[in-house]
């Protein structure tokens, strides 16, 4: 069985600080890993995504993450972050030939000015 | 290019009663999975349309139920109503190419609450 641990409830960061939202998965067979994003009282917005190939993927609104497979992780990071980047951060993996996501609790993120 | 939507955004229901909830895929795509998250959690995989037929089901009990229709749209019916269904439902859809793993695109979601 496929799972996403995300070992933080809370990341606090200050403005132009670089971030990092921690990431680990268990997936058998090649991991297709995801990184969504939600604001209060929106859905989840698609942020990057790993199927193959580079281990470091660029994704949205200046947003990174790096695959590491002997770690078995998939943190997300940013430079410089953003008051703006304050939300809810949810990592997720999906089986191959199978398009189910199965998500992480979620790491909130507070950037202070 | 036409995202996700889905309606209603809020909806009050008591114990006992049905609920129906409707979601538009995005334009080009032909697959859409429904998500329940409640308060604090990440969501739960429900169940999955493809093509018009269920593709795959999560751990939810037969109360809960789908349908997707040609234009790819999809409802999600939930009978019998408990206090534990409160939460926001959230509807994705991708494209499915067979086989293909695609990115899921959510909509803005259904906070429904049971009393």
């Known amino acids: 069985a496929q799972s996403v641990a995300q070992p933080e409830d809370q990341v606090n960061v200050a403005e132009g600080n670089p971030l990092t939202v921690k990431c680990t998965y268990s997936?058998?067979?090649?991991?297709?890993l995801f990184w969504y994003v939600q604001y209060p009282n929106r859905g989840l917005q698609f942020l990057l995504k790993y199927i193959t190939g580079d281990n470091l993927v660029k994704g949205s609104y200046g947003f990174e993450a790096e695959f590491n497979k002997s770690q078995t992780s998939f943190h997300l990071k940013k430079p410089s972050a953003l008051v703006s980047d304050s939300a809810l951060y949810f990592c997720a993996s999906m089986n191959t030939g199978f398009q189910k996501l199965v998500f992480g609790t979620g790491t909130r993120l507070l950037v202070s000015p | 290019e036409t995202g996700v939507t889905q309606s209603p955004t809020h909806l009050i229901k008591t114990r006992g009663q049905q609920v129906t909830l409707r979601c538009s895929s995005q334009?080009?795509?032909?697959?859409v999975s429904w998500y329940q998250q409640a308060l604090g959690q990440g969501p739960q995989f429900i169940f999955q349309?493809?093509?018009?037929?269920?593709?795959g089901r999560g751990n939810f009990p037969p109360r809960f139920s789908g349908l997707q229709f040609p234009n790819y749209s999809s409802e999600l019916n939930v009978n019998a109503l408990e206090l534990d269904d409160s939460a926001l439902y959230l509807c994705a859809s991708s494209w499915d190419a067979g086989g293909s793993t695609d990115t899921q695109y959510f909509g803005p979601g259904t906070r429904l609450t049971v009393l």
């Open positions: 349309y493809y093509r018009e037929e269920e593709n």
């Open positions: 334009s080009g795509h032909n697959t």
């Open positions: 997936v058998s067979g090649n991991p297709y």
